[in-house]
């Protein structure tokens, strides 16, 4: 098979999402046409392109995808329900396109896309917002045949850059090349860092060693094991611990113990010794630590694992806690059926028996964890290939029953963002508060933190999967107005921030800070999800006399008061997003402002 390398302070916390005895998980599989299933993990890639709070998928076009289509690269939309639309080709201006990236490369809120081609450029798409590329401008790189391509923000200035491998032809002076993303379109050369590895590939983020910078995890593209480099927080990288070696294997990153700290699970590569091919039944567990060092722990599997691809991790029965899925052959033969298995995680890096969670008469191989319709409950793709005949995608839709999955779905008007879905009136609650949050990031989600009053409060950990984040917590916060802040983190360390003032045991909405003046929006509160009819409340301040106090939904007028610098009605709505536009008038003519966009269910 081909290879792919794909204390909180005191402060009394309940999680919302506590953790309970493992059930079973179930997936409902569709075939379906996303990518090219060759290549690289480097050259077809997830994200949400149009928005719409469900992963979109770039590839490179090679001859195994039946695109249906001719260009460089091709896109397949979602339409938010599992479904996809046909895939969509783009041509790059020159060369042969190799890798691609994505991520807001423009600081637009929505994704773009980056090709790097065969004639070393990085050819940028800019995107519409709906999923509609536009070819915007080509920055040169050095010279060298790139083997590997990924994004991540390798600096504090919030912009994300780009990185690239280099492999020399002894494996003594390869090269990682940082491109600086100056927020206008443009890479700029930047460090470069030297390493020794035979054959090195395709390129994966994470934090191995816990201290808030990305570091990249480098895949042998045939032998040579895959090699850590750990990050400096300005784009330089220390070479780490090579891993995999005797017999070979293949790592994929994830958290698997539900620490924070990103871990390595590998596969041995079979091999081969004349006619005689050797298989493996056990799976390889690297723990990443503080100290760079990592903890080794074997798992042994029923069966053998015929494809060369990495496990993924993600917590696919609703437990709060990590679960490993691999694909196992009927026996050490290779023989078929092959099944998709589910090693449920127990706590604490220890993981159960194998739960065959689908079975197939087809060759599987390259699992991936994706979010491809509007729930929170990860979903998973292999490609399904016959003996005889041409392959598919395969997608498998969570439907497992019950389970303490995320109570909030990431934004689905936004590729980039966080939903807030309890509270969503900065007065009314009571303690202990329930709240109860889902983002969409546009790097692969890390965690997802709550602050109160400067102190974190809750750090959710074990429901981040692909590029997204949730918390659901309560948390007993006395009588008074406090400060929310919430953050929705990545695994390279950038993250989204959200903050508001949060009054507890009192219905009133509190006016603006004594000496200064604005509009303090009490409900709906700022990208919040809420039902109709929705509470439309906000109290002002302004110098000299209040004329009037008006709120504008999607442009039109829906209530006044006169005299007054408090506001409350109830604006019905249908489905969908909306735009609330406070207005605040004094006798001499000045106007204040305030907004929320929301989302009606």
Known sequence: MLRRLVMLSAW??????????????????????????????????????????????????TPSFNAGCSGSFAVTLSNGDGSYQAPVCYTIPGGNAQFVAAADFLGSGNVQVVVLSDDRILYLFQNTGAGVLRYHSGSAIGVGDPVGLTVANLDPDGHPDLVYDLSSPNGTADLLVVMWNDGTGSFNPGVETSFSFQNPGALSIGDFDDDGKVDLLVSATAGGGNLVLYGNGHGGFTPGATLGKGP?????????NNDGTMDLIGTPFATTVGQSTTYYKYLDLEFGHAGRAFTSQKINLKSCTPDSAPPVVTDVNGDGINDIVVIEAADCTGALPWTLDVLPGLGNGAFGPEQAVHTSSDLMSEPHVLRANRDTRPDLYVFSQPLVGTGSDLLLLNTTAGGNFPRCNPPANTAIGINVCAPTSTTGVSSPVNFS?????????????????????????????????????????????????????????????????????????????????????CSPINSSTVSSPVTAYAHGAISGSIVRMEVWVDGVKRWTTFASDTLQTQVALSPGTHDFTYYLVNAAGEVLRADARVTVQ
Not at 508 to 513: D, F, G, L, N
Request: glycine share 10%; hydrophobic share 40%; net charge negative.
């Open 248 to 256: 070979e294997l293949g790592y994929g990153t994830g958290d698997l």
């Open 12 to 61: 009394v916390l309940v999680f919302v999402a506590a953790t309970s005895s493992a059930q079973n998980a179930s997936f409902q599989a569709n075939p379906v046409t996303l990518w090219s299933q060759y290549g690289s993990s480097n050259q077809h890639i997830k994200a949400d392109l149009n928005g719409d709070g469900v992963e979109d998928f770039i590839s490179i076009l």
């Open 437 to 521: 949050f889902g983002a969409s990031n546009q790097l692969p989600g890390r965690d997802f933190e709550i602050w109160v009053d400067g102190k974190k409060v809750a750090d959710q950990l074990a429901h981040a999967f692909s590029n997204y984040d949730f918390a659901d917590a309560s948390v007993p916060l006395g009588n008074g107005t406090h400060m929310i802040d919430l953050f929705a983190k990545s695994w390279d360390s950038s993250h989204q921030h959200v903050s508001f003032p949060l009054t507890v045991g009192s219905n009133t909405c509190p006016a603006p800070p004594q000496g200064t003046q604005g509009i303090n929006v």
